[in-house]
């Protein structure tokens, strides 16, 4: 089995899950932790469709996803699929736009494909290891090193309100913009239309799939101590230009601590 084969196997998950969510009319939706987390049945069915065409094919194979998480995850296989079946749930009740869906496939511990499907606009951003970043088949070029003081940059702001961190991006940044969505947000800064999203509480779905797209692009990733990202738990996480990487380094480290 190559990692080619899993390509196709990918993109054709992705179409079902697509028609799955196009062809939902009456969504019915619950609350998870707390009054502003919602799921939806959609969630749910994307969820188990897509777990069970990798476990027909690909039996072996280990699933980390959102709507079937028990806990941290002990031991990983050398195969793991990472899977948001709908990112920016919130979007897709409220608004029925920016949101998508996310999933990441890991070999031997290490990103081998990214995807990331903005269902409303039709943007498929994908990335097999070694050959960079596409959306809908156009290479996407290696962003700008834009600066703090000439970046857009998208940050949590609920979970952020009133530490330094957001004070100082609110001062020496050039501007916030917020989708509630990492697929929006996260696709939005590997084309550098963005120059960082900061995510202070995301489950491995939410960050998966930027782990390769940073790679290819040569942007910053890492938890907010400045460590790897590990696919096994929740984790702050950040995505950004080197440069305003660089310069919101010492603010993170000072967050995980606060
Ligand atoms: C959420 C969105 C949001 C982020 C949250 C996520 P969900 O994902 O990506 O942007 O701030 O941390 O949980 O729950 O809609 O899949
Ligand atoms: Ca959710
Ligand atoms: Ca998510
Ligand atoms: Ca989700």
Same mark, same amino acid.
């Given at each position: ?63 980390? %996803?959102?709507?079937?998480?028990? @806990? ?10 990472? /899977?948001? +079946?709908?990112? &920016? ?90 989708? %509630?969505?990492?697929?929006?947000? @996260? ?10 999203? /900061?995510? +202070?509480?995301? &489950? ?55």
């Amino acid at each position: 089995m190559t990692l080619k084969d899993k390509h196709f196997f990918a993109l054709a998950i992705i179409s079902q899950a697509y028609d799955i969510i196009k062809a939902s009319t009456k969504v019915a939706v619950e609350t998870k932790a707390h009054s502003r987390d919602l799921v939806t049945v959609v969630d749910k069915t994307v969820q188990e469709h897509i777990n069970q065409a990798i476990q027909t094919q690909y039996p072996d194979d280990q699933i980390i %996803g959102e709507e079937n998480w028990t @806990g941290k995850v002990d031991r990983l296989t050398d195969h793991v699929w990472v /899977i948001d +079946p709908i990112d &920016g749930t919130t979007n897709f009740v409220k608004q029925q736009t920016d949101y998508g869906i996310m999933l990441a496939y890991f070999e031997n511990g290490k990103s081998a494909l990214s995807y990331v499907y903005l269902v409303d606009s039709g943007h498929l951003y994908y990335a097999i290891k070694g050959y960079g970043v596409y959306c809908n088949h156009h290479k996407l070029a290696k962003p700008k090193d834009l600066t703090l003081k000439e970046s857009l940059i998208a940050i949590g702001i609920r979970e952020n309100f009133n530490t330094s961190l957001l004070e100082t991006i609110v001062n020496k940044a050039f501007d916030i913009r917020y989708y %509630g969505s990492s697929a929006v947000d @996260g696709t939005r800064t590997i084309t550098g239309n963005l120059g960082a999203f /900061i995510n +202070p509480a995301g &489950g491995p779905w939410d960050f998966a799939p930027f782990i390769l797209f940073a790679e290819e692009l040569g942007l910053t990733m890492s938890n907010f101590a400045g460590e790897p990202l590990k696919i096994t738990d929740y984790s702050d996480f950040i995505i950004a230009s080197a440069s305003v990487y660089q310069e919101l380094k010492e603010e993170l480290q000072a967050y995980t601590i606060e």
